[in-house]
């Protein structure tokens, strides 16, 4: 699977959008983008995910490049309750429900 | 809701006891994982199960840890004999392959200290 690349630790005021970037410049065709978060002391949990196109759900925006090589993970508004450890994957398109690689991630820090 | 559930939540232990962990996937689920979570390593998997067979334990140290699932609703994480460096999160996930492969399930954990 490709690598990634976040920043560790990112700050963001409350109520406005967090911008979380990645880099996956060896992304190949068949990989898609992943993104989880993990609030303190519980299980990683799934947000979004993407191959080509851009994607919106009830949690957060996916900004995928035209080249595929970086993406990043819009929290439109953001909240306290946001505050998390936000991973970044690339994994390859199965079926057969491989397992997650799990970075280090970005550190996002809600303030109020 | 459906969820995964782990138990035990927490579990003190001594050097050289046997550690023994459950997790309940989520029914329907075909694929259960095994991660160990440290403040040193992050993330890593430990094992990976697909309809109950082991895919995939190559992250496991194989003379102690041991996972199995002796059936659809139970898998096992065991640890014979355990060293304080075990001490760590153990998280226990599930999912679905075909069009639910996207997403997986975690568990709340199991966090284990080996005194």
């Known amino acids: 699977d490709a690598k990634t690349t976040q920043p560790p630790s990112m700050d963001c005021a409350e109520g406005r959008a967090a911008n979380l970037p990645c880099n996956h410049s060896t992304i190949s065709g068949n990989e898609y983008v992943y993104w989880y978060r993990q609030i303190h002391s519980q299980g990683p949990q799934y947000i979004i995910h993407g191959l080509k196109n851009n994607e919106t759900n009830e949690m957060a925006s996916l900004i995928i490049t035209e080249d595929r090589k970086s993406s990043t993970l819009i929290l439109p508004h953001a909240t306290l309750r946001d505050t998390a450890v936000y991973y970044c994957?690339?994994?390859?398109?199965?079926?057969?429900?491989?397992?997650?690689?799990f970075g280090p991630g970005t550190r996002l820090s809600v303030l109020p | 809701d459906a969820r995964v559930t782990q138990t035990p939540r927490h579990k003190v232990t001594e050097m050289g006891q046997e550690v023994t962990m459950r997790c309940q996937p989520i029914?329907?689920?075909?694929?259960v994982f095994w991660y160990r979570q440290t403040m040193m390593q992050g993330l890593e998997l430990l094992a990976y199960?697909?309809?109950?067979?082991?895919?995939?334990d190559s992250g496991m140290p194989k003379d102690r840890f041991s996972a199995e699932m002796p059936d659809a609703t139970l898998a096992t994480l065991k640890i014979q004999p355990s060293e304080p460096r075990d001490s760590a999160v153990y998280f226990c996930a599930s999912g679905q392959t075909g069009t639910g492969e996207h997403e997986q399930f975690f568990g709340p954990g199991t966090r284990l200290t080996v005194l």
């Open positions: 029914l329907g689920h075909n694929t």
């Open positions: 994957i690339v994994r390859l398109r199965d079926n057969y429900g491989q397992n997650f690689v």
């Open positions: 199960f697909r309809n109950r067979a082991p895919l995939d």
